[in-house]
């Protein structure tokens, strides 16, 4: 990984604190305007719904398996596992460099198989 995939998973691990989770104003810089996700559940999230449900989630979230690569200059994809007690996902992001930061532009949870 060169030194901008691991600063884009650093902001990627920055979303999944649960200290950074509960800041809104954060999390929502941290969100490419045009953020969407398709969660785990099958629900569709905009920028300001995944902000708003994620602010009261304290739960430690375990990641292994995360991985980054470049699919463009200025996009880079974040892939990894994530473990919470009640289940693990398989997740997937796709950042963009946008005003010359890197923003969060789609992520994707899926149900793992245990």
Known sequence: MDAECLAVVDLELRLLDPAV?????TVLELLHPDFSE???????????AVAEAIANDGEKIATTE??????????VLVTYRADRPQRSTLRS???IRHHGGWVL?????????E
């Open 21 to 25: 989770r509960c800041e809104t104003a």
């Open 93 to 95: 992001s796709v950042w």
């Open 38 to 48: 398709f969660g785990a559940s099958g629900q569709v999230w905009t920028r300001e």
């Open 66 to 75: 995360m991985s980054a690569s470049r699919l463009a200059p200025d996009v």
């Open 105 to 113: 532009r789609f992520h994707q949870g899926t149900i793992a198989e």
